[in-house]
């Protein structure tokens, strides 16, 4: 029952391309707030992978790219590497809560 | 680039109360938000609200409202979650995190286990 929707999981076999979604509403992602995604290894904290929709700190390699478009968002991962195995949340802004910040469900990436 | 050190694992009775530190080091603490985000065992991130460390402000989410308290203490660079009125399902990693200023939590703490049980 998060705000955003991510699908639970994905997977690819190495130097594939796989895409994740983030769908949110007219209250967060459709209402022009950005989407930022974060990475996540088992027992460890997230690290920010992209903010403001399509940004990567540095040492993001650049195999990770977003995009946004109307209520939905989405993280891409290009050749596909066995590091990559982990998960992915998308988080955003939501208007209709009081300065809320809103988090996908997280998806696991697994890689074949 | 800074760094946000959390406090060591808790275990705690129904019905009590657990307070986790975060202490932050290589940027000045009331320069930016703290936020902290819980995630129980095997679920996805839960946001539990931010205080500004400059003016003590805080916002915390309907769900809870009355149970949680962010304090900071700025002489030692310090911000606090207290969450009271402990269940079972309080269960979870607490995490706080920085917020660059522009909604993105840039630096993360380690996380703090919290753990709820008779």
């Known amino acids: 029952q998060s705000v955003l929707t991510q699908p639970p999981s994905v997977s690819g076999a190495p130097g594939q391309k796989v895409t994740i979604s983030c769908t949110g509403s007219s209250s967060n992602i459709g209402a022009g707030f950005a989407v930022h995604w974060y990475q996540q290894f088992p027992a460890t904290a997230p690290k920010l992978l992209i903010y403001?929709?399509?940004n990567r700190p540095s040492g993001v390699p650049d195999r990770f790219s977003g995009s946004k478009s109307g209520a939905s968002a989405s993280l891409a991962i290009t050749g596909l590497q066995a590091e990559d195995e982990a998960d992915y949340y998308c988080?955003?802004?939501?208007?209709?809560?009081?300065?809320?910040?809103?988090f996908g469900g997280g998806t696991k990436l697994t890689v074949l | 680039q800074g760094q946000l050190v959390q406090s060591g694992a808790e275990v705690k009775k129904p019905g009590a109360s657990v307070k986790v530190s975060c202490k932050a080091s290589?940027?000045?603490?009331?320069?930016?938000?703290v936020h902290w985000v819980r995630q129980a065992p095997g679920q996805g991130l839960e946001w539990m609200g931010w205080?500004?460390?400059?003016?003590?402000?805080?916002n915390y989410p309907q769900r809870f409202q009355g149970r949680v308290t962010m304090t900071r203490d700025t002489s030692i660079s310090t911000a606090y979650m207290e969450l009271t009125r402990l269940r079972s399902d309080d269960t979870a990693v607490y995490f706080c995190?920085?917020?660059?200023?522009?909604?993105?939590?840039?630096?993360w703490g380690q996380g703090t286990m919290v753990t709820v049980s008779s």
């Open positions: 988080q955003s802004y939501d208007i209709s809560l009081s300065d809320s910040r809103v």
């Open positions: 995190a920085r917020e660059d200023g522009n909604e993105v939590f840039d630096i």
């Open positions: 205080i500004n460390p400059n003016s003590g402000a805080t």
């Open positions: 403001a929709n399509t």
């Open positions: 290589g940027y000045t603490l009331t320069d930016n938000f």
